[in-house]
């Protein structure tokens, strides 16, 4: 059964980077992963995506911002977040892009503050 572990999350100011990774054993070779993320009370959003094919898709908020990319030789998943935004603070969750997702990892939190 996949794992999911996620990292890398942690306070920093606006305007900040963060880089968020995600091990995810060989899952990530051959499904669509993505990003996502979720706020205490909302659902959890997607924000970004990747194919098996290299091809990515971004949420409005963080497109031009986020990045995502994998390296299927090591079975991971990244996020590199730049100019971050106060409303960016949300716990961080990769997983594979489908109706029936893996369990959930533990997440990673990311906090801006302003």
């Known amino acids: 059964q996949a794992q999911l572990v996620e990292s890398g999350g942690g306070l920093v100011q606006a305007g900040w980077s963060l880089r968020l990774s995600c091990a995810a054993g060989?899952?990530?070779?051959?499904?669509?992963m993505g990003w996502y993320r979720q706020v205490p009370g909302n659902q959890r959003e997607l924000v970004a995506s990747?194919?098996?094919?290299?091809?990515?898709n971004y949420a409005d908020s963080v497109k031009g911002r986020f990045t995502i990319s994998r390296d299927t030789a090591v079975n991971m998943v990244y996020l590199q977040m730049n100019s971050l935004k106060v409303e960016d603070t949300a716990v961080y969750y990769c997983?594979?892009?489908?109706?029936?997702?893996?369990?959930w990892g533990q997440g990673t939190q990311v906090t801006v503050s302003s």
């Open positions: 997983n594979r892009v489908t109706t029936v997702p893996f369990p």
């Open positions: 060989t899952i990530s070779r051959f499904n669509t």
């Open positions: 990747i194919t098996r094919g290299g091809t990515t």
